[in-house]
């Protein structure tokens, strides 16, 4: 009983701290994205701001079940990848319950909140929801290719498809880390954390121009606060995933911080200077150079 | 015993009393001669039947057959007749044909057959009759004319002038031959000096160059009169010309008798003369069987075959002499000449049936012609399956094998052919016959009330001017349905004639089984096709005869299951009780279902059987059984004629693949079913191969899968889950139990490896075709495929988990693939369309269907925490523990593009746009839900307690794999990482409920449902649900990134190959011209290369 609630109080410290964490850097981003764009920008607070004010609105409408449950699928899938994945190696209280499965789980985890997503926006009837989600899929099928392919070449690698064990492999110093041992994999990872982090080259899920937003096109009130929280914690979760497998994690708050900061930063560095593809040129490009990259990684691991 | 020689004196005495019964009338006459033929008929079955009596079955070829001396003297003297056991089947067979063929011309045309007709009938037989029975050469020369006069002027009796040039060139062709024959027996007499064959047979004087002439000039006459290619034209147009009726005897009949005196001269011969004869007719049997490819005369195509079918014996008699023992290649010639005789003859009769009415409504004739053509090609239970079964072993353990494999790819043309000719037959009005390419109609706007709120003034004016269009008829549905609607001729007794030849074929074919196979457990689908006919005959309810079948297929596993051990056992489940659930949707259909229950519990049956036979005959005939019936299955579709007859193809060659592998290789059973490691024969490569390509056909690996998205597609709603969910899988069992084979590296290649690639390739083509469907079935057949390529990559790996891995997609597979089908059957059944972009916003119609779409689709894409991800994470450890990295990504992008057409496919039924037309359509009937229900219950258990299914697993696969899984509570460890499913559950459940509380506690009081077009519209509002729907093309960007890469490749491929074989059929077709003097000069041609072929060349003296 202690352990559950031991297991519990873990759990929530975990969640808070990535849940603040994560709507700061979004802020954070935010206002760096307007410095390059010579706007002042919004304050980093921000996010919290949106969510209050769209959590506690006086009016919300929903299209059916679906639609309710398209934010709670969403925040379920951020939780649950976040929750599979251990966020500093060597501590008791941010290990969450990597334990359930390996990285195989997390990477199919993140369907989860996607499909989810989808069928909520999917119900709300609006045609420019599917459009957001048809690119999104598209693209999400492009880019895991050399995402699979840099996972698999870590799991040769290492001999291990266990999160916690591939950290483990990387520490005792910078060259350790697998974007020094195995630079073809890191590249080829940290070119569809580009296409999976959605921001431009890569934005045509959301375009904002042509179909206002994309799937959440529909959502409003504590609907889309959930989806706001949500960005904050899968973010979270994603820039934990790529530090573990390409950084050599972190054991410790800060050096997480650091080290997830910088690689949020490079997806905006590269945001800011590209213009948008279209979906059919962002899936092209994913099945090329990344592609090749990534079976070059796993080439090696073979001889 | 009253003696054979009154067959002939009954019948000439008949003959010449025709016309005093004519003067009593034409009644009379006809009535003789049924009754004369009758007796002709029953006469030497008295034989038959003593000799049994005396001797049981087995002894009947060691009884002594009836000498019967004419005029007093003996053989020398005079001319000898005899009968034993093969002469009395024959005349058996061919009286009764005749007897039949008569009743048939009765029905046919009362009026017509009298007069001349009637002696010439009579005379033809007689001719027949001496043939099978003289031991005399003289006397076949007579017999022979008798038969050729009497068949000219048969052709020529229908008055048409085709049919006078016909019976011309007949006589052209034949004069040459008798002359050949006459110049060959008047040799031989000056050789011999004597025209009895068993004397002739006696002396040793028949060597040497001149006697050999003499022989060839008498087989050049016989072989001739037996109609090889390329001197048979004649023969061909008379088919063609000639009234089925006639084209019947001479296909039948008359050949039957040249064949038996053929048969009977051939101990003469000496063996280069044999091997000639065989030469050309194994060249006959091939070119035939191309020719028929692209024949659309049925009664020249039925010729085609015929010609085929005798060059087939001619072979058997000729070749196999030294390669089977004489006693047993007599039975497979009766076998064969026995079945081609009736099957041939109803088939005419068919033919002649069809000129007058279509027969496509009519069960009882559908049926009797599935059964003749089965028969005739050699499908099991029929007598040919046997004989040809034999006959190939021999051949391969003579080292025959190439003339082996010409055979058997001759059988698979000529099926192609005949069963195209079924096709049109049996196919509906609305059936356009050929491969369905989707047809993207042009969308009518609905009309009907308008609940979404329609304002526009031009939607309105739309509407209404559609509302007064009227719809004009299309002129060939008009015709089609005059077609259909044509008064049903009365009942004729022409149509009882093929079906007296059916109901003997399947009763000789179930005696040969009962004989045969020694399991009783093999008979059992036949058993049910048997009683499943006739309780359709005796219009036992449907669904009584629902609740009879699912019980016997209950108790059938209940006997079955338990005596099985480790993977049998697996696909017992998967196959008995998958098809046990399954079967419960069909309870939704009513009225007469002819044949369904039949079908639907042999085939059940057969697939069962695959599991509990040892030998490699049994699991043959179970094979072949199972494909055939899943083809009577499918192509009880709507518009699946064509489909099916592509299944039908493949199917053939497939089992005709592995009927090679089985007899190339030199102990299955011991093979079958062991461990990896405890085969190392040598030189089973190419059977390997062969087994291994016809098991991956019935899989639809890529490559071979064209047939398969027509067949799941197109079959009935109800049947389509059975298919692609249970049926399936049947090519994997097969792969599971030659395991022990395929490991073995053939010429230096690692064959594991080039079946993981197939599954790869299968599960990324099966991913893409299914994205761009508008179909629904057709996403979820192509949808199979894929799930295919995985189970069939994992089996690759040889490992336990990738062993593992592939039964666990195979269980969950049979789940949630008949789960999805079985829910989308409802949702066709209640929304009348199978294409997707037509449907839409279903969740608020049909949520329960909804619902289990969903998991279906959860389970399905291998998302967490439901019994998917468990397939997932065991293919991709195992692939990564064997290194199989490229593999282990391919399959990555596939399962993604999975999760693409799968979301495209509950969102455009689903979500988005509910249509007008849908708005008052109810939830799916119960009995679709109760097996969706049921596969709900199984996944969700799986889901929570997946060491529920996986410890069964682990322990089928104990013996054949070494093991590397290990299990510590819930979380099963591999040596690459581990998994709690029963942890993910939980964390998922938690995860998923918080949010949901937060925003029922926080939103519940302002939130509310607003209606289906409030919805935010920038600057414009939505016109109707159809555009409003994006639905169509749902992956236009990605069908445009991949471009040239979707190209149909195996399509075009084996359209090539179609187009090869008909092309080459084709032009050996041009040496036909029509022209009798061509002929002739063909025959002239034939008997100078034969000639030439039997000298070893041209000699320069």
Redesign the interface.
């Known amino acids: 009983m202690t352990e559950i609630a031991l297991k519990a109080l873990y759990t929530l410290i975990s969640l808070f701290v990535i849940t603040n964490y994560g709507l700061l850097l979004g802020g954070t981003m935010a206002r760096v994205r307007a410095k390059v764009q010579g706007r002042i920008g919004q304050p980093v607070w921000q996010p919290y701001i949106d969510i209050m004010k769209n ?1 506690f ?10 639609f ?2 398209g ?3 969403r ?2 899938g951020g ?2 990848t976040y ?2 994945i251990p966020v500093l190696y060597g501590s008791v209280v941010f290990s969450n ?1 990597s ?7 997390v990477m ?2 993140i ?2 909140g996607q ?1 989810g997503m ?2 909520g926006a ?6 420019y929801s ?2 957001g ?3 999104g ?2 693209q ?3 880019f ?2 050399p995402f ?2 840099a996972v ?2 870590i ?2 690698q290492y ?4 999160i916690t064990e591939i950290v483990a492999a990387q520490q005792g110093g910078v060259l350790q880390w697998v974007a020094f041992t195995n630079p073809l994999a890191m590249v080829a990872g940290m070119i569809s954390f580009l296409g999976m982090s959605m921001g431009n080259p890569f934005s045509i899920v959301i375009a904002p121009q042509e179909i ?1 937003i994309g799937p959440p ?2 959502m409003q ?3 889309l606060g ?1 989806l706001q929280t949500n960005r904050a914690i899968f973010n979270g979760a994603k820039l934990v995933l790529f530090m573990n497998l390409f950084f050599g994690g972190a054991d410790n708050i800060l050096s997480m911080i650091v080290k997830t900061f910088l690689i949020y930063f490079y997806t905006v560095v590269v945001g800011a200077s590209f213009p948008r593809f ?4 962002s ?2 490009f994913f ?1 090329g150079i990344p592609t090749l990259i ?2 070059a990684a ?2 090696l ?2 001889y | 015993m009253v003696s054979p020689i009154y067959v002939l004196a009954i019948a000439l005495a008949a003959a010449f009393l025709l016309p005093l019964a004519e003067k009593a009338g034409r009644r009379a006459a006809q009535a003789l001669i049924l009754i004369v033929l009758s007796v002709m008929t029953l006469l030497p079955a008295t034989y038959l039947v003593q000799w049994l009596s005396e001797a049981g079955i087995a002894g009947l070829p060691g009884s002594l057959p009836i000498i019967i001396d004419t005029a007093g003297f003996a053989a020398p003297l005079s001319i000898a007749l005899r009968v034993g056991y093969v002469e009395a089947v024959l005349l058996v067979l061919v009286n009764l044909t005749a007897l039949v063929g008569g009743i048939y011309r009765l029905g046919r045309d009362k009026l017509a057959w009298r007069g001349k007709d009637l002696v010439l009938y009579l005379m033809l037989f007689i001719g027949v009759n001496g043939l099978i029975m003289t031991r005399d050469l003289f006397n076949i020369f007579v017999f022979l004319e008798i038969t050729s006069i009497s068949t000219y002027a048969l052709i020529a009796s229908n008055g048409r002038k085709t049919a006078f040039e016909a019976g011309f060139k007949y006589i052209i062709a034949g004069s040459i031959a008798s002359a050949l024959y006459l110049i060959g027996v008047i040799f031989l007499y000056r050789f011999s000096g004597t025209l009895s064959l068993d004397e002739m047979l006696a002396t040793e004087s028949l060597s040497g160059s001149g006697p050999l002439l003499a022989l060839f000039l008498l087989s050049i006459a016989l072989l001739v009169e037996l109609k090889p290619f390329p001197a048979n034209g004649w023969a061909l147009d008379a088919y063609q010309a000639a009234d089925p009726a006639v084209g019947a005897m001479i296909s039948a009949a008359a050949a039957t008798g040249i064949f038996a005196a053929f048969a009977r001269i051939m101990p003469l011969f000496p063996d280069n003369l044999r091997t000639l004869a065989a030469g050309s007719a194994l060249v006959t049997f091939i070119f035939s069987s191309l020719m028929g490819l692209r024949q659309n005369d049925v009664k020249r195509m039925l010729g085609l075959s015929s010609t085929a079918q005798i060059a087939l014996l001619v072979f058997a008699v000729s070749y196999m002499q030294g390669v089977l023992p004489a006693k047993q290649l007599q039975i497979i010639v009766l076998l064969l000449v026995g079945t081609h005789l009736i099957s041939k003859a109803g088939l005419f009769w068919l033919a002649g049936i069809t000129e007058q009415v279509s027969i496509r409504s009519r069960v009882a004739l559908l049926t009797t012609t599935v059964i003749l053509l089965a028969a005739l090609i050699g499908l099991p239970p029929f007598p040919t399956f046997w004989a040809k079964w034999y006959m190939v072993l021999a051949l391969a353990e003579s080292g025959g094998y190439l003339i082996a494999a010409v055979i058997l790819i001759g059988t698979l043309l000529e099926a192609g052919y005949l069963f195209k000719w079924f096709l049109l037959l049996s196919k509906r009005t609305e059936d356009p016959g050929d491969i369905h390419f989707e047809e993207i109609p042009e969308d009518l706007y609905p009309i009907g009330q308008q609940t979404g709120s329609i304002t526009s003034k031009r939607a309105l004016l739309d509407m209404t001017a559609l509302e007064h269009q009227e719809e004009i008829p299309d002129k060939q549905t008009k015709n089609n349905e005059a077609v259909f609607n044509a008064p049903a001729i009365a009942f004729n007794s022409s149509h009882t004639a093929p079906l007296v030849m059916a109901v003997l074929l399947v009763a000789v074919g179930l005696i040969a089984s009962v004989l045969q196979l020694s399991n009783p457990l093999l008979l059992l689908p036949l058993v049910a096709l048997v009683i499943g006919g006739l309780f359709d005959l005796f219009r036992i309810p449907f669904r009584v005869q629902l609740t009879l079948a699912i019980a016997s297929v209950g108790v059938y596993s209940y006997a079955v299951i338990p005596v099985l051990g480790g993977i049998a056992q697996i696909f017992a489940w998967i196959f008995l009780a998958g098809a046990a659930v399954q079967m419960v949707a069909l309870y939704q259909r009513s009225g007469n279902q002819k044949g369904l229950i039949a079908l639907t519990t042999g085939l059940i049956f057969s697939l069962g059987n695959l599991l509990v036979t040892s030998g490699r005959l049994e699991l043959f005939f179970s094979w072949e059984l199972m494909s055939f019936l899943a083809y009577l299955l499918i192509i009880r579709g709507k518009r699946s004629s064509a489909a099916g007859y592509r299944y039908l193809m493949f199917s053939l060659g497939g089992a005709y693949s592995i009927l090679m592998g089985l007899i190339l290789l030199p102990d299955f059973s011991q093979v079958f079913g062991t461990t990896p490691a405890a085969v190392s024969a040598s030189g089973v490569g190419v059977a390997t191969i062969l087994l291994a390509a016809g098991f991956l056909i019935k899989i639809g690996a890529a490559g071979f899968h064209i047939w398969l998205p027509g067949a799941y597609a197109e079959a009935d709603d109800d049947i389509s889950p059975f298919l692609s969910s249970i049926l399936s899988k049947a090519g994997l069992f097969m792969l599971f139990g030659i395991a022990a084979l395929l490991v073995l590296p053939v010429y230096g290649l690692e064959l594991t490896t080039v079946l993981g690639w197939i599954g790869v390739l299968t599960a990324l083509g099966g991913a893409f075709f299914a994205l761009f469907q508008e179909d629904i079935k057709y996403t979820l057949a192509y949808s199979s495929m894929g799930q295919m390529g995985y189970m069939l990559l994992a089996f690759a790996l040889m490992s336990q988990l990738g062993w593992v891995g592939s039964l666990y997609l195979a269980v969950t597979h049979l789940l949630f693939k008949g789960m999805i089908f079985i829910a989308i059957a409802g949702i066709i059944y209640r929304t009348k369309t199978r294409l997707m972009y037509q449907m839409g916003g279903l969740i608020s119609r049909m949520p329960l269907s909804f619902f289990t779409v969903l998991i279906a689709i959860i389970a399905i894409s291998g998302v967490p925490p439901l019994t998917g991800f468990g397939a997932k994470w065991m293919l991709y450890t195992a692939l990564i523990e064997e290194g199989w990295y490229l593999q282990a990504a391919a399959a990555m992008f596939a399962s993604a593009i999975a999760f693409l057409y799968l979301f495209r496919l509950i969102h455009t039924i689903f979500l988005g746009q509910l249509k007008d037309e849908h708005r008052s359509i109810r939830e799916a009937p119960v009995w679709y839900l109760i097996p969706q229900v049921i596969g709900i219950l199984g996944i969700m258990i799986f889901s929570m307690f997946p060491n529920l299914i996986i410890e069964p697993l682990q322990h089928a696969v104990a013996g054949y794999v070494p093991g590397d899984i290990t299990w510590q509570g819930y979380t099963v460890i591999s040596t690459l990482g581990y998994w709690n499913g029963n942890a993910v559950m939980y964390v998922t459940m938690g995860v998923f409920i918080v949010p949901l509380a937060w925003l029922l506690l926080v939103q519940r009081k302002y939130t509310r449902k607003v209606r289906q077009f409030n919805i935010v519209y920038a600057a414009e509002r939505p016109y109707r649900p159809e555009t409003t729907h994006y639905a169509f093309n749902f992956f236009a960007p990605y069908r445009e990134a991949l471009g040239g890469f979707l190209a149909p490749w195996a399509t075009r491929f084996w359209n090539g190959l179609r187009s090869a074989a008909g092309l080459t059929g084709s032009m050996a077709r041009r040496l036909y011209t029509g022209n009798g003097q061509t002929y002739a000069l063909h025959i002239l041609i034939y008997t100078a290369i034969m000639l030439l072929a039997l000298q070893g060349g041209v000699r320069i003296p």
């Open positions: 959590t609105r006086r009016t919300g409408i929903h299209h059916g079940v679906m309710y449950l934010p709670v699928f925040l379920a939780l649950g929750l599979f319950f334990f359930s499965g390996d990285l195989l789980l199919y985890f369907f989860f499909l989808a069928l999917g119900q709300s009837g609006h045609p599917p459009i989600v048809s690119r899929l598209a999400m099928t492009a895991e290719v699979a392919l698999i070449s799991a040769s001999g291990s498809l266990s206002p096109t529909e009130s504590s609907f959930m279209r979906a059919d040129q899936i092209r099945l990534g079976i796993v080439v691991q073979m």
